[in-house]
C-alpha cells in the first residue's frame, strides 16, 4: 500500500528555519498531487502548501513569504522549507497525497511530525 514518510520536525526557536520531507512509496505512478497539512491542539487539521505533478503551487496565506514546497517526481518526494518561524507555527505536520489514478483512491497521509516553535 501507499506510504508517506515524513522527516524534519523539531523544536526552533522563533525566526529560525526548517525543512519537512516527505516519501511517498508504494506506487507505481506518481502522486498527482501532494501537500502539508498541519493541525495545532484544539484546532481543525488546515493546509499549508501543496505542489502538483506538473510543478504548481499553492500555499495558504499564513505561510506566504516564509515558506517555499518544492518536488521531486522521479523520487516522489516534496519538502517544505519554513523560515523566520513563529509560535503560531507550532503543530504537527502532516504530509498528504492524492492520485489520479483509480487504483489509488482518496487520501495518503503520514504519521505526522511534530513542529514546536518556542524560546
Known amino acids: 500500500q501507499v506510504q508517506l514518510v515524513e522527516s524534519g520536525g523539531g523544536l526552533v526557536q522563533p525566526g529560525g528555519s526548517l525543512r519537512l520531507s516527505c516519501t511517498a512509496s508504494?506506487?507505481?505512478?506518481?502522486?498527482?498531487?501532494m501537500g502539508w497539512y498541519r493541525q495545532a491542539p484544539g484546532k481543525q487539521r488546515e493546509l499549508v502548501a501543496t505542489?502538483?505533478?506538473?510543478?504548481?503551487?499553492s500555499l495558504a496565506d499564513s505561510v506566504k513569504g516564509r515558506a517555499t514546497i518544492s518536488r521531486d517526481n522521479a523520487k516522489n518526494t516534496i519538502d517544505l522549507q519554513m523560515n523566520s518561524l513563529k509560535p503560531e507555527d507550532t503543530a504537527v505536520y502532516y504530509c498528504?497525497?492524492?492520485?489520479?489514478?483509480?487504483?489509488?483512491?482518496?487520501?495518503?497521509w503520514g504519521q505526522g511530525t511534530q513542529v514546536t516553535v518556542s524560546s
Open positions: 508504494g506506487s507505481i505512478v506518481s502522486p498527482n498531487v
Open positions: 498528504n497525497a492524492r492520485y489520479a489514478s483509480s487504483w489509488y483512491p482518496g487520501d495518503f
Open positions: 505542489i502538483t505533478s506538473g510543478g504548481y503551487t
